[in-house]
């Protein structure tokens, strides 16, 4: 048997596996892993660099399908290669409930699963954070420990979402000569001909941010091989433009769009059968197709061998270290480093903004844990993100803890994903809290992987004045409230910003935001304490004295606004408390006795925050009284603001006074 | 006075003002202004086409400031050339409150302001759709009545975000030569020198996707002037990247961050007067000067006029039709239409899926009126907004109605929002509903500047099915309601979908959204109305039969949920009663007697989505109960996922029945 015939062979094997998952499940993508079936094969069997019998060893090369929509390729490769939890019984539940083959690839499902795709271009901005991720830590452990590739197959979709775009640029910024990525060109998209929307020469636009970029056909081969090849020598990332016909074999729906996200249908797959000379039945891989790919996948047990006995022979420390970070653990200097904080503070209560106070505590967490690496979206001087000593990254120059992510949201939340994936670094990073819009797509896939990355969202409310509406949030917080997973926190001094840091950074299997203010906030009137206050998400900040006739809750900015309110409302005879609600989300997972504790009996209650009401009733009761938002905001000095929209301590108890007073009969 | 010198004087006017204004304000940005002041005043002076005197003529030339940051520029322009409602007090009331001059232009808070923009890529992605507007009203209305350009002017962080690759696709790709960008390529972000963070070639970057783009210096005159006159020739858009100094005319900060977004400080200020040769108080601008610009402001009065004359021998019923168009009346005929299509569903009573539904509606409403132009984020066959003998707009081709918008939600709606504010066009658009993440931040611009674009948002839930957890939305619902003038529709059959299209085309101050389902729903147990149900938000599709035990709140899919959990609930003797929610903004408009009558009195309440709960305390209180997602969703079919996550009619009849057992006291 030639090369070539064993090459269609083995390539055919992911055809018809393909085929026949989703004619099974009766629904799926055939047309992308019939098309790129000799590009995966290629880059499999002779590339990538991966051991299925230890799918987690770290110095793995990764592999990012984002064509995420095409999973059975990736669900077929692993399989035939021999990933033990890819059973041919889970190919042949193919989406259906409790599965590890969902209908796009779910990290933390199967081995082998790097991340979550489907959301176009997210794959290939997540790639490029694990492709910077490889070169920081081999920046830091060397070659010994850290020299690996990050592959990605990509589609005309993830190249047409925008996200595509500040990946390509940041990637090809920073000369992240360790990504490759394998373009599916196979012109066709949902709609048809991808001439109906599109004329982007992609590779010129490749090269335009600083990539080499080649064209070959990607089902030959030896193109495919000698790319690839080019591709690992390369100092720059590289763009394989491979032109494919989707759903290569199937013949009469091949090249089509009907073969895109359908099954084939019954008569289509037998035909498909003869033409591709594959006479098996539906999941059934012959004994020799399936050992060569087997013997495939043993690839590259020789240098995971040697990895390991040269990582045996690190000094302790080192390894030690690069242990701990895989493992995710954060030392323990974290938490002295921050109760020395807690105690400075304690002692200073400065009146600082929280954007400030997330600042000096960053440079207390970024002094004593190696792992985070900081950034901005060209927003670092505001954002307060990049510390004193904090090295930048810079194209070819891997040794730093902080990244220019440029005016990049959502690419920068995307590259903090595959950091995060990637493992041995916790990223953070910062732009202002409207623009988390910028991001969603990506700060919901943080959620969906359980990861832990820290977002650092600033000018949270009409506080930062000037700027206006546009710049403005008022839906955020809610939106952000609403969805599964993250954790909100809104701080509201100094120690609690420190504290909702220790909080975020010990959060291993979820990701934080922390919405920061840009205007300034006294310190609460607190003392000291060893607890982590916002740890449970809401706290008495000041008890009432005698018994409660209002129960002020408020967040952030908006508490120093409660605690003057509750003094006058002291003064009028109306005893008031005040609590401060860092996290919705740690409330709510509270104990039932602990919430009512919390909440409290007093008759009337007030929600204060700067924002919209959505999420506030499961506080104060859908009678409770609500002070904050109602529209958009307006450009103006921040005070004007406050006054201006009716955010006052007076506001609060004018409103009080009223639910107070006795009520006119009706 | 050579040219030459007139133009400086001209420019340095919009440098003072600028520098100025921002330092009055104590904030804002003067350097781009003052750099980008020579590429304006050739555009304004020479090649703009508008009036200030009639703002709004329709067959202007529009100026979008993508760079919205850089306000001031566009003020002091409107200022200098006539435009009365923008005074110099007005300039002094830079970025105070209620001044027409806010922090970002704000649509609709002075003529001349064609879009709010400061959101970065948001201006540019706009500009698309009234670049594409103009050509599709021009194959209706002719040279004669529609021929004009949209220039922009553009940032680095315009061309960084993602969404600018969107746009310029697009453009591209459609030939839209009538889109003139000029970049404004200073070199500078605020974060310091662009070369942290970018190294794209912008003028290959924009050749690779069509464009004809040239590099000129942007401090020259002659240059300007001739590259803009050779786009206005260019049978392709085009870009004019023009080599700029940031804070030009400040002898210190200019061509450096310090001067991105800060006031220059009265020294610096005093040295750029001596350096520009300018002697004047502040927001003082010599007669001659300011008369050499209010003459230019009157450049193209002919030209207006003739345009005038032109339309006015048009035809009146073309004429007619124009002048209706451009002010947003939708024709009697939709509402017949509508009245129609009501009238025939209730005799077939279909089982469709909503999107489906959507779909019928839209075979009447475009039939009925020819203001409507659809598109779809290439998934036009799942939107289903493509209706029979719609034609789509190609390159050089726009005599159509529906536009296959590419893999590029974001792109897409920018350009709904340029259509809707160019006027004459009502757009609506589709993808599935969890990618509305991706396209949040120009949502919220439609709903920020109160403009009438419809979102058709398919696959509204978990009931997708087997495409899995990052197509399913769970907490988009929430986040979409979050935000203030979006009106965010989920109908729950056939004729709740004909309504809201309804509502949402007569809604001409805000945006909709629709909500509609994959799987099909029956037809709800209605007779047909006179009334629009839809329009106060919620509705009782089903009485109880006597006193009210349980109260059944229920949207899109989850209705026929409700109505079955009410069959069982009566036969067991617990009379239940349903009420669809259709929209939770225009039932939380009503007044107090129909919102009590709405919420009744029976004593359990449960809502049912197939989503998170926020914002779902409002109807059924903080003790109500809660059938519906908790968590991201899973990967099966539709029935399954319905049953495994309990939203079913005997989960709901459980709970309800648990809830009006008799408690055992505690």
């Known amino acids: 048997m030639t090369d070539a015939e064993k090459h269609a062979l083995m390539a055919n094997a992911i055809r018809a596996l393909a085929m026949d998952a989703v004619q099974t499940a009766k629904s799926g993508h055939p047309g992308l892993p019939m098309g790129a079936a000799d590009l995966a094969t290629v880059l499999f069997t002779k590339h990538l660099r991966f051991d299925p019998k230890d799918p987690y060893w770290p110095d793995r090369d990764r592999f990012v399908l984002s064509a995420g929509h095409g999973s059975m390729l990736l669900y077929s490769l692993l399989y035939l290669l021999g990933y033990e939890d890819m059973t041919i019984e889970q190919l042949k539940q193919f989406r259906q409930l409790g599965s590890r083959t969902a209908g796009h690839p779910e990290y933390g499902y199967a081995a082998g699963i790097e ?78 001909d991808i001439a109906l929307s599109d004329s982007t020469d992609q590779v010129a636009r490749f090269e335009a941010s600083g990539w080499d970029a080649v064209r070959i056909d990607g089902h030959a081969p030896d193109q495919i091989d000698a790319a690839l090849a080019d591709a690992r020598r390369n100092d720059r990332p590289t763009l394989i433009a491979a032109r494919t016909i989707i759903g290569y074999g199937a013949p009469n729906k091949c090249g089509k769009a009907a073969c895109h996200g359908s099954p084939l249908g019954a008569e289509e797959i037998a035909a498909a059968r003869i033409g591709l000379n594959w006479p098996y039945e539906a999941f059934h891989i012959p004994p020799d197709i399936l050992d060569a790919w087997r013997i495939a996948g043993l690839r590259s047990r020789a240098a995971r061998k040697e990895w390991s006995a040269r990582f045996d022979k690190l000094d302790a420390q080192r390894r030690g270290e690069f242990e701990r970070r895989l493992t995710g653990e954060v030392p323990v200097a974290l938490d002295k480093a921050i109760r020395a904080l807690k105690e400075e503070l304690a002692g200073s209560r400065p009146k600082v903004a929280t954007r400030k106070a997330s600042e000096l505590a960053l440079e207390r967490v970024n002094a004593a844990i190696p792992d985070t690496i900081g950034g901005s979206a060209d927003l670092t001087g505001s954002n307060n993100t990049r510390t004193s000593g904090l090295r930048a990254v810079a194209p070819g120059d891997y040794d730093g803890r902080f990244v220019h992510y440029g005016i990049r949201e959502h690419g920068m939340a995307a590259a903090m994903n595959g950091m995060a994936l990637h493992g041995g670094l916790i990223p953070y990073s910062g732009t202002f809290l409207t623009f988390s819009d910028y991001c969603r797509p990506a700060i919901r896939l943080s959620a969906l992987m359980k990861q832990r990355v820290v977002y650092v969202m600033t000018h949270d409310s009409i506080g930062l004045g000037e700027d206006g509406p546009t710049h403005q949030p008022v839906e955020q917080l809610a939106a952000l409230r609403a969805m599964p997973n993250l954790v909100v926190y809104r701080p509201a001094d100094a120690v609690e910003t420190a504290e909702c840091w220790q909080l975020a950074l010990h959060d291993r299997d979820r990701p934080s935001l922390l919405a920061l203010t840009r205007q300034d906030l006294p310190a609460l009137p607190l003392e000291l304490s060893d607890e982590n206050r916002c740890a449970r998400g809401a706290y008495v900040v000041e008890p009432s ?122």
């Open 115 to 192: 991340t979550t795709t489907g959301p176009l271009g997210q794959g290939l901005a997540t790639a490029v954070g694990m492709a910077l991720a490889e070169r920081v830590l081999n920046a830091r452990f060397g070659d010994d420990v850290v020299d690996h590739y990050t592959y990605v197959l990509a589609s005309d979709g993830d190249l047409m979402e925008g996200i595509s775009q500040e990946a390509i640029a940041l990637a090809g910024h920073l000369r992240l000569n360790r990504l490759i990525v394998i373009f599916d060109d196979n012109r066709i998209t949902i709609d048809g």
């Open 545 to 666: 004295s005698g018994e409660a006739a209002v129960s002020l809750f408020a967040t952030g900015s908006e508490v120093a606004i409660a605690l003057a309110a509750k003094q006058r409302l002291d003064e009028l005879g109306h005893p008031a408390r005040v609590i401060s609600v860092p996290s919705f989300e740690r409330f709510a997972a509270q104990n039932g006795s602990y919430r009512r504790e919390i909440l409290g009996t007093a008759p009337v209650r007030v929600g204060i925050e700067a924002a919209v009401r959505q999420g506030w009733d499961a506080i104060i009761g859908t009678d409770g009284i609500f002070v904050g938002m109602h529209d958009f905001g307006a450009s103006a000095p921040y005070e004007a603001l406050y006054s201006h929209f009716g955010i006052t301590p007076e506001r609060v108890v004018e409103l009080a006074l009223a639910r107070l007073a006795p009520q006119p009969s009706s």
